[in-house]
């Protein structure tokens, strides 16, 4: 089957068609530009309801073709894990019987929510891995909502108010001193959704297996997440961030060599609109609706893609001033913010660049 008649047959998936045409030129292009002091070379693939794209530098290895493939299986690894759609999968099993005590759930599980619930402590909430009961009332369960309605408001005030009877929170993640790891979820309200960090965590992994084949110089993308290591040929490796108002403008530049993550949370890339009001797929638990801090894009560097990935989410709904506490307060964490308003602001050590200022610095 070819890339465009699955993508034809898949709606939500339509719109990624000119990006993955793109990356495809791309692939091609790397290589000849480059062809006397090695190359980039680029791999594309459906992975984690996103289009990942593998980049590595190098002047060309024979193995390449299977390691790259080492890493996309990985990176499927993980989504068989996290996903909350596949029947299969630990989080599917663990939301359709919340409340019976699940002992020893997969390792990258148990790594993804004590991550997870940490970040939710740090952000007073923001950060919530348990929303997918909210999640499918706004419909963002897989894509945009084909229908763009706006959820009962019982249906809402139902789900806040069963929410408010658990103040202690009602996701349960237990070590023994004996080793056993034991998960389960209060009442019927809270359900796992890990979608602002597992993909962050399948990047980490996936990274981690393209070191151990012994490429040591690479690019991974999903999504707005992505991580990165060594440099492109003895030189950063530079990636554009997007104007969360218009789609084909570059907002600014980052540069960077070494190990980095960066992750990008903005409410342009899923929504809807219902009377003029932007309905993005980031909620606020506090409301039960997007989040309307105010910010409109944050992206997030940090070690780890997971982090960065949870982060930016987090910070999102936190807004500006409670955000830029958050990231300040983090050791290696810096963030770039944009608000609605035109009101910006980055960290002194984010490796990006507003690119209208870039003149001047
Ligand atoms: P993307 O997945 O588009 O890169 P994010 O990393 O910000 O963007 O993750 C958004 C996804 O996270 C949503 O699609 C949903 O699955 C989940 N989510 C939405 N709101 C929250 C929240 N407040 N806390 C944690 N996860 C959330
Ligand atoms: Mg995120």
Redesign the pocket.
Known sequence: MSGLTFFSKVPALKKWIPLFLVLLFFSLWFPWNNRDSGSVHSSTQLAM??LVTISTWGTGDVDEGKKVARIFERIRQVEAIASRQDANSPVYRINHSPQTKHVAPPEALVTIIEK?LEI?QQSQ????????S??DLWG?THGVPEKGALPEQNDLSAWLEKRNQFPEYGIHLNKDPNGTVTLHLDGDVFAL?????A??YALDQAMATMKQSGIQDGLII????MIIAGSKGGKPWRIGIQHPRDRDKVMAQVEVMGDMAL????DY??FFMVNGERQH?????KTGKP?RSGLIS?SIQAKEAMVA??L???V??LGMEKGKALIEQLDGVEGMLVQENGERWKSPQFKGQWLDEQKND
């Open positions: 309801g996103t997870g939710r909430g923001a950060f919530d891995p348990g929303l997918a909210l999640l963002f959704d890990l979608g602002a960090i993909k962050g999903g999504g707005g997440d992750a990008t949370s903005g890339e899923r797929h980031i909620l606020d638990s989040s944050v990935d949870a930016s989410t987090a999102f709904v």
